[in-house]
């Protein structure tokens, strides 16, 4: 099976499990930016984050065959990473100690706009996945109810050829179906 990082990620962890290297190759090419925006988030070196990545993907392939659900697997990389990141920079003397009793900066929430942007991504791809397994008409259909400027019903009736009354609960019924696609439940729910 030749396998590419767009792939469901239930197919390409089980691949990967039965030794698939293109599989390996897929989840690291799916991965990598994540485990890069970590490093980056903990302000680590480029040598550092690469030293970090490195032994993310070694626990991986020391874990992986341990892994029973494959949607836990971007959990499972970002709590990685970030305890790897910890490691290193306690490796460097690089952390800072802090009371939270005395240390107010500590109350401040940062926004973690680089793990958002990775989370956008991986919904994304997670709704085309998601789209593509759906019967051709369903996709159509929410298709253009996404166009932007949307479409008036009386015009997705007439390209679709089905009656406008049925649009809505064709509507309803293809997403449904969208939410029980098995990428959208990789993910562990539908994207917002």
Known sequence: MRVDASYPLTDLV????????????????????LVGAIARQHRLSEADGDDVGQTVWLRLVEHLHELREPAALPGWI?????????????A???TRVADPQEDHTLDVATD???GDDLLALERRQALREGLA????????LLLLLLTDPPLAYAEISARLGIPVGSIGPTRARALDQLRATRALRDLGGVPT
């Open 133 to 140: 397994e759906l019967p051709a008409a369903r996709r159509e």
């Open 92 to 94: 460097r003397g690089r």
């Open 112 to 114: 973690d706009v680089a």
């Open 14 to 33: 089980s691949a990967a499990q039965d030794g698939e290297q293109d599989a390996w190759n897929a989840i690291v090419d799916r991965f990598l930016p």
């Open 78 to 90: 970002r709590t990685t990473a970030r305890h790897e990141c910890l490691r290193v920079l306690a």
